[in-house]
Structures are given as C-alpha cells and as structure tokens.
C-alpha cells in the first residue's frame, strides 16, 4: 500500500495519489498515518533522487503537483472543524524561495490545532510579512526556507518586523535549519517538522 503510494508520488501520477488517498481514508486509516507512511517518505526517495540527479526539476515539479493534490484530500481530516481560533499565524515561505510543501504541512497541523493561518504562499518579501502580521495582529509569524541561499533572508523579516514596531514572537523551521541558526538570527524558535511547529507555537502563546 505504501509503496504504491510512493512510487505514484515518485511518477508524479496526480490522479492515482487522489484515489490512493481517498481509498485509504475511505478503509479508515487515519490521515496522519497516511501521510507519514506514504506521501512523506515518497517526498523523501524523490529527495535522494534528485540529489543524485538521477531525477531532474521537471520531475521533481510533476510530483510535487501529485503531493498538492494528496495534501488538498488529506486536508479536510486533519483540520478539526468549528474549533474556536486559538490564535493568527501569518505563514510564508521567504523570497526567493518556491518550495512550499513543508509550509503548507505547517499551515495545515496549525489549522488542525485550531489557529488561523494566512498563508502569503512562497516567494514573499519582508514587507507583505510586515503588512499581513499588522493587518491580522498576528499572534506569531512563521517562516519557512529551503535553500541555503534564501534562509539568509529570514533575518532580514525578522529586522523588518522590529522596525515597523512588531514585537511579535517569529518562528522558523525548513530543511537547511538548525536550532543553532534560529538562535542567531533572532527568532524566538525553530521547528524541525510539523507536529513540532504546533507544540512550539502552543508553548509560546
Ligand atoms: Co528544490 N531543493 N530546488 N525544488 N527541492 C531541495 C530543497 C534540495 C535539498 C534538493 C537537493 O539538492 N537535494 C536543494 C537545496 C539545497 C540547499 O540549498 N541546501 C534544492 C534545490 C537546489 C533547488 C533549486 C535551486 C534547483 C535548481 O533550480 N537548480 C530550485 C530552487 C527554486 C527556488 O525555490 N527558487 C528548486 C526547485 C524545486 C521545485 C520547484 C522543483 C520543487 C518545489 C515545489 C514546491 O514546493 N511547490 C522542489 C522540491 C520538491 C525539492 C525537494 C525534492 C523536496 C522538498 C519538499 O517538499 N519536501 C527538496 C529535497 C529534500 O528536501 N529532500 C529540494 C517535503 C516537505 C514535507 O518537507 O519542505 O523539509 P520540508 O518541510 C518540513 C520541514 O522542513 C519543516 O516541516 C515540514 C513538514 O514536516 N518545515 C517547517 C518547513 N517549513 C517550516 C516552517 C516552520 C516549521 C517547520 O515554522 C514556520
């Protein structure tokens, strides 16, 4: 079962992955377990192949667009319904930077825990953070990064947002992150994955 998932995640085939999902959520199988079995782990094998360059971006694209879709199925039961918002997290992944799977992750478990999100998506400069955290009164901004070349504008929204007055507590979390670096540049925590992002964001509101 897991492997068809993967391997449909893998050859970016967008209509399979939607009928193995719903398959799987019809059988009663709870959505965390399908997506930490299945569509994770098949995120992680297409990670391995294109650091090895046994696979390139259009690949890459094609099955990202496969996990969007697993994702939007999967969403609907991870979110719990009617639950008063426990607080605003304005979410983005910083400029420069498309990838937005993870965030998207973190959208959803915050979501599911009760917060409101707003998503600014990807590539987003520091001063649509700015607006939106004004805007919203955020209760925590949540920045996401992927690539070594873009965490270093985190710091960069983090100035942004103390500068405009905003004493608003920031989180980070991405791949190339570490405890260490959110230190550093100032913000008030690093998650290393999802769940993690709700427990932090739980422990510091
Ligand atoms: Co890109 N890419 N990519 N890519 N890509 C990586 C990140 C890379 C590690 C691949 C590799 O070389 N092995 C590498 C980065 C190297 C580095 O800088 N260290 C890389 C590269 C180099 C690039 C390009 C530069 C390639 C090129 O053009 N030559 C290019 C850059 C484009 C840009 O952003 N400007 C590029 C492009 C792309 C695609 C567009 C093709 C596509 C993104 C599609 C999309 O997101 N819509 C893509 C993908 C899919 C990947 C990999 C394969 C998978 C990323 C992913 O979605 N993981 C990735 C390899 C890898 O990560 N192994 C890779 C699944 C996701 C669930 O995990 O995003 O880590 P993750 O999120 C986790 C945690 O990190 C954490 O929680 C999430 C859920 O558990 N988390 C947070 C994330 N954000 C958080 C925020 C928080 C808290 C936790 O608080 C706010």
Redesign the pocket.
Known sequence: MWDRVQEALLAGKREEIESLVEDALQSGIPAAEILHRGL?PG??R??AL??RNEIF?PE??VA?RAMHAGLARLEPRLVKEGVAPRGVVV?GTVR????????N??GMMLRGAGYRVVDLGADVPPERFVEAAREERADIV???A?????MVHMPGVIDALRAAGLGVPV??????LSPEYAQRIGAQGY????AS?VTLVNGLL
């Open positions: 994770i995120m992680e297409l990670g294109f650091k971006i890459v694209l990202s979410l420069g930077d498309l990838h937005d799977i993870g965030k992750l973190v949540g920045l996401s992927l690539l070594t070349t873009t989180v980070v979390g991405g791949a190339p998650a290393p994955d999802a992002a």
